[in-house]
């Protein structure tokens, strides 16, 4: 089955830099993968994500970032805020794989005013 | 339109008690999932359903059950809860493309503690 690994577990930047979570994955054949944000008690939400036929994709501050041939894909927050104070995980899933989402561990990121 | 709802928010068992927890959505979707969320961890699956009538195992279903009522509601059963099963459930939706993944949408997720 799939594996995916993220990092840094921790991030603490000063308001305004930038922010990048790198996540690796195993499967070959996995061709979706979403960004989730979840804040403190709350439930995961989608802030954005990026199917095997694109390199890349932005939305605003955020973009994601995908290198099939080295199978790793990143998330960029630019600007950061102190709302974007969350845990960010990433996760992937194999085509045909019935959207079966495999999540990293979680990426703990402190946005410091 | 409230998306995804799960009932309850919060449980407290003891070991070897029962329970279901429920989740319904509004959106017409037709796939349904169950996760688990550990401290200091991703989520993992427990259980599927990709439409009606079906279900499929994940990558953590030892000690649960599912049940997949209709199209809108998805349950999820502890026939004796372990204390290794605390943890924060959370269930999710999304839609079925062929071929073609779609987004998971989840609900505010359910606390439960084994004693």
């Known amino acids: 089955g799939e594996n995916v690994e993220q990092h840094p577990s921790t991030l603490s930047v000063q308001e305004g830099d930038s922010a990048v979570i790198k996540c690796t994955y195993s499967d070959s054949a996995s061709n979706y993968f979403p960004w989730y944000k979840q804040e403190l008690g709350k439930r995961p939400q989608l802030i954005i994500d990026?199917?095997?036929?694109?390199g890349e994709k932005k939305d605003q501050r955020i973009a994601v970032t995908l290198n099939k041939t080295a199978k790793h894909f990143s998330l960029h927050i630019t600007e950061t805020q102190p709302e974007d104070s969350a845990v960010y995980f990433c996760a992937a899933t194999p085509r045909d794989a019935g959207n079966k989402l495999t999540f990293g561990g979680g990426t703990r990121v402190l946005v410091k005013p | 339109n409230a998306g995804v709802t799960q009932t309850p928010k919060f449980q407290v068992l003891k070991t070897g008690q029962s329970m279901t927890l429920q989740c319904a959505q509004d959106m017409n979707h037709n796939s349904m999932y169950w996760y688990r969320q550990d401290p200091g961890m991703g989520l993992r699956l427990i259980y599927y359903s990709a439409s009606e009538g079906t279900t499929d195992k994940g990558e953590v279903p030892n000690g649960y059950n599912v049940s997949r009522l209709n199209k809108r509601e998805f349950s999820l059963r502890l026939e004796s809860a372990a204390p290794s099963q605390t943890s924060v459930y959370f269930c999710?939706?999304?839609?079925?493309?062929?071929?073609?993944?779609?987004?998971?949408?989840f609900g505010d997720g359910t606390r439960l503690s084994i004693l």
């Open positions: 999710a939706s999304s839609e079925q493309r062929h071929r073609t993944d779609q987004p998971q949408h």
């Open positions: 990026i199917r095997s036929n694109v």
